[in-house]
């Protein structure tokens, strides 16, 4: 079956702009993720979806980056004044459960690069 | 916290050598534990995972054993490929936690 797909591929942006990076997740799969991975390092989590709860937001490294998620559906992670510093491959993820014995599959990410 | 420390590399090793590539981990309670592998171009992908003490999980020629009295949970091989170069991370998920905590992954480079 079809796989986590993202959106764009690739993005080059302009310091202070905004940007939207969209997620579609394996379908059937509860619980959505968002990970950064910085040139040279391992991944750090942004924000975690599960059903209808509350969204966890502990990630998120300021208050310029936000994301949303339609029910069990799209996923889409937005950064305001983009800066310098946010230029990082964006990987979404799924899983079928919320469970911490579950697979998380990911996409094949979004390079983001801030120029 | 929770974190996840991996061997640094890169690791360089001849076609058909044998593969460690250490990972240990400090957490609360008893953590699942994951190993993915990043291809050259390529997502991640799950390789291999255990969710408890003495499990052994197993793929494509890999395997890691899930040990509670050293918090570690070391990848092997037996005989590796030109093809197995990729980026490897360890990651760990607890048992109330919503996220995989990565380690900095480990760079394999394979010559023939």
């Known amino acids: 079956g079809a796989g986590v797909s993202q959106s764009p591929s690739n993005k080059v942006t302009e310091k202070g702009k905004d940007v939207e990076l969209r997620c579609d997740p394996i379908s059937g799969h509860t619980a959505l993720y968002w990970y950064r991975q910085r040139l040279g390092q391992g991944l750090e989590f942004l924000i975690y979806?599960?059903?209808?709860?509350?969204?966890?937001k502990s990630g998120l490294p300021s208050d310029r980056f936000s994301a949303e998620r339609t029910g069990e559906s799209v996923s889409t992670l937005t950064i305001q004044r983009t800066q310098q510093e946010d230029s990082a491959v964006y990987l979404c993820?799924?899983?079928?459960?919320?469970?911490?014995?579950?697979?998380?599959?990911f996409g094949p990410g979004t390079r983001l690069t801030v120029l | 916290g929770n974190s996840v420390t991996q061997m640094e590399g890169p690791v360089t090793l001849s076609e058909e050598a044998f593969l460690t590539i250490n990972c240990t981990y400090t957490?609360?309670?008893?953590?699942?534990l994951f190993w993915y592998v990043q291809y050259p171009g390529e997502g991640l992908q799950l390789l291999l995972k255990?969710?408890?003490?003495?499990d052994k999980g197993s793929n494509k020629g890999f395997e890691a054993t899930y040990r509670k009295e050293t918090t570690s949970f070391h990848l092997e091989k037996g005989s590796v490929q030109v093809s197995d170069s990729a980026v490897y991370f360890c990651a760990l998920r607890i048992i109330d936690g919503n996220k995989l905590v990565f380690g900095a992954g480990t760079i394999l480079r394979v010559k023939s």
């Open positions: 993820a799924s899983s079928l459960t919320p469970l911490y014995t579950d697979t998380q599959y």
């Open positions: 957490a609360t309670g008893y953590p699942s």
């Open positions: 255990a969710t408890k003490a003495d």
């Open positions: 979806f599960q059903g209808n709860s509350a969204p966890d």
